[in-house]
């Protein structure tokens, strides 16, 4: 796809898409005009999002962009295979629903107490320690949160089960990111936009590493999910998790190579040989991917299928008794109503067609299609 506006620009740009709605061109049209971007693409599964299409990778020389990034810094997908038995599964999908229920808080719920992850607020620079609520923050810390966030434990070809968990960086991520573009848009609040910080200043560095620690916070939050989940499958089956094969990829930062600040916002970084996973919907499960670095998407692919309809939309316009139907009979244990109607099967793309746009971007190595669904 060849849009005239981004054309004019004279900047290189790939669209990966066959479709985009109105709001996400005029979107990377306003971003890609920015003096400071010198490259950018949108994935198949590209949609509006804020200030930066979801689905959208841009490469800025010496400046970095709070909200290119987002709120939800470090969101991402963790993937860990396992050797329980899919049949063992299946038998007892109910239980294993309820034993994760019971594990994991969801939605608004974070834990009693704080839960030890081993990072320190004190690394966080003085802006980003402003931000964190140190009394609550390490408190959600094995939470899922709410919206597209799941777990899936779901089996592939051959019938290996995985343990699949889609979060972010819950309180923390959301304070930093808040901060930094409260202080990025020059008037102290956080406002949609191409508001941006130079990577050599105190600032520009201080948002860098408050990022870099939202990651590892992210990647905290994932592990001890996958604990808990590892928990809930050994209540009712035998087996164990296979963390030397942990897949670990987040979607929405910002990394500096080769001179350019790469930043991702629900984009899958897939270098050359890179592993990733790339989710569906509750009902189709995820693809375990390997990535082919492609120059031309900033060695990034899509982060899942993609909304085709908002949250609202959504729950105005599909049917429940459509959306209960075709979750039976796909066999899938899951909450299944109106109050998860905005995340049922048909408000996003079809990921099988999704996934053959990104031939270019990466090879599929498994397709885990979910026994067990958890939403927030």
Not at 176 to 193: I, N, P, T
Request: charged share 25%.
């Amino acid at each position: 796809m060849r849009l005239k506006k981004l054309d004019a620009t004279g900047k290189p740009y790939r669209i990966f898409a066959e479709y985009l709605d109105s709001g996400a061109i005029d979107q990377f049209v306003s971003v890609m005009e920015h003096d400071a971007i010198v490259r950018g693409a949108l994935m198949p599964d590209a949609h509006q999002g804020y200030s930066l299409p979801v689905g959208g990778v841009v490469a800025a020389q010496d400046m970095v962009f709070p909200a290119f990034v987002g709120y939800d810094i470090g969101c991402g997908v963790g993937a860990l295979p396992t050797s329980f038995r899919a049949t063992d599964v299946r038998v007892t999908a109910r239980a294993i629903f309820e034993g994760i229920y019971r594990r994991v808080p969801v939605g608004f719920e974070v834990n009693p107490h704080p839960v030890d992850c081993g990072l320190n607020a004190d690394d966080l620079s003085v802006l980003g320690r402003s931000a964190f609520d140190v009394r609550k923050g390490f408190r959600s810390i094995g939470s899922l949160g709410g919206g597209n966030h799941f777990i899936e434990v779901g089996a592939d070809e051959s019938e290996r089960v995985w343990i699949i968990i889609h979060s972010g960086s819950r309180g923390a991520g959301h304070g930093v990111a808040q901060k930094f573009m409260q202080l990025a848009s020059g008037d102290g609040k956080a406002r949609e936009g191409c508001f941006g910080l130079r990577a050599d200043t105190d600032l520009g560095r201080s948002y860098a590493n408050d990022q870099a620690w939202c990651l590892e916070f992210a990647l905290a939050n994932r592990e001890e999910i996958l604990a808990r989940v590892l928990s809930a499958l050994s209540e009712q089956c035998e087996g164990e998790g296979d963390w030397s094969g942990l897949i670990n990829r987040n979607h929405n930062h910002a990394e500096y190579k080769d001179g350019l600040w790469i930043h991702r916002k629900g984009a899958t970084h897939a270098e050359d040989g890179m592993l990733g996973v790339i989710p569906g919907n509750m009902r189709d499960g995820s693809f375990i991917v390997r990535g082919k670095g492609n120059p031309e998407s900033l060695r990034s692919s899509s982060h899942g299928a993609g909304r085709v309809l908002g949250r609202a939309k959504a729950k105005a316009c599909l049917s429940a008794s459509e959306f209960e139907k075709t979750m039976r009979e796909s066999g899938v244990v899951a909450r299944v109503g109106q109050e998860t109607l905005d995340e049922s099967p048909m408000a996003y793309k079809d990921i099988f067609e999704v996934m053959q746009l990104q031939s270019e971007l990466v090879d599929v190595l498994h397709h885990v299609r979910p026994i067990v669904n958890v939403k927030g």
